[in-house]
T-cell receptor, first 115, second 113 residues
Framework: AQSVAQPEDQVNVAEGNPLTVKCTYSVSGNPYLFWYVQYPNRGLQFLLK??????LVKGSYGFEAEFNKSQTSFHLKKPSALVSDSALYFC?????????????FGQGTELSVKP | DADVTQTPRNRITKTGKRIMLECSQTKGHDRMYWYRQDPGLGLRLIYYSFDVKDINKGEISDGYSVSRQAQAKFSLSLESAIPNQTALYFC????????????FGPGTRLTVT
């Protein structure tokens, strides 16, 4: 079965430190990969995506993600965390041969950045 | 995202009642989706629509139905609400022409008592 895993329910980081939110996937073929962020009482906002090309992709708010095909991972990173980055982060995968553009979501990781 | 709106934003209803959640978009996208979010489970797809004449079941469609009244409108109905349908519901859209990312509405928090 195709799936996405975010192994950490919560990540705690001090402001100014680098952060990593992990994501691994299990789908056939070469998928399209996405990160979304959800702030309290808000819908999901698109952060970045990997379709093809450079394995390191840059997105909104200083976030970036690294695609690793051999490890089937797509970890979200930021060099210096801000308190305002505190939110719920979702990794999502669109399998290549997938009708309708359906996304498979991970269960989410709560990021908490403390001053 | 103001381009995708959902009504109502919050709703409390009783078991057995019929309820409709509405979604409208001004992005001009053909594809629309309904998800539910439960803590620890991420988002799960209920139904999706390629265009007005195309409706497809997602992974958890039992107990739900949808209607695509126009390109811009996609409503979700619970024919007879039950407590385990208490969740946060999101509508999303995508253009289907290659960018692939989906744009989400603000969500509807539904409580079934």
């Amino acid at each position: 079965a195709q799936s996405v895993a975010q192994p950490e329910d919560q990540v705690n980081v001090a402001e100014g430190n680098p952060l990593t939110v992990k994501c691994t996937y299990s789908v056939s073929g070469n998928p399209y990969l996405f990160w979304y962020v959800q702030y309290p009482n808000r819908g999901l906002q698109f952060l970045l995506k990997y379709i093809t090309g450079d394995n390191l992709v840059k997105g909104s708010y200083g976030f970036e993600a690294e695609f690793n095909k051999s490890q089937t991972s797509f970890h979200l990173k930021k060099p210096s965390a801000l308190v305002s980055d505190s939110a719920l982060y979702f990794c999502a995968v669109r399998p290549l041969y997938n009708q309708g553009g359906k996304l498979i979501f991970g269960q989410g990781t709560e990021l908490s950045v403390k001053p | 995202d103001a381009d995708v709106t959902q009504t109502p934003r919050n709703r409390i209803t009783k078991t057995g009642k019929r309820i409709m959640l509405e979604c409208s978009q001004t992005k001009g996208h053909d594809r629309m989706y309904w998800y539910r979010q439960d803590p620890g489970l991420g988002l799960r797809l209920i139904y999706y629509s390629f265009d007005v004449k195309d409706i497809n079941k997602g992974e958890i469609s039992d107990g739900y139905s949808v209607s695509r009244q126009a390109q811009a409108k996609f409503s979700l109905s619970l024919e007879s609400a039950i407590p385990n349908q208490t969740a946060l519901y999101f509508c999303a859209t995508s253009d289907g022409t290659g960018s692939y990312e989906q744009y989400f509405g603000p969500g509807t928090r539904l409580t079934v008592t």
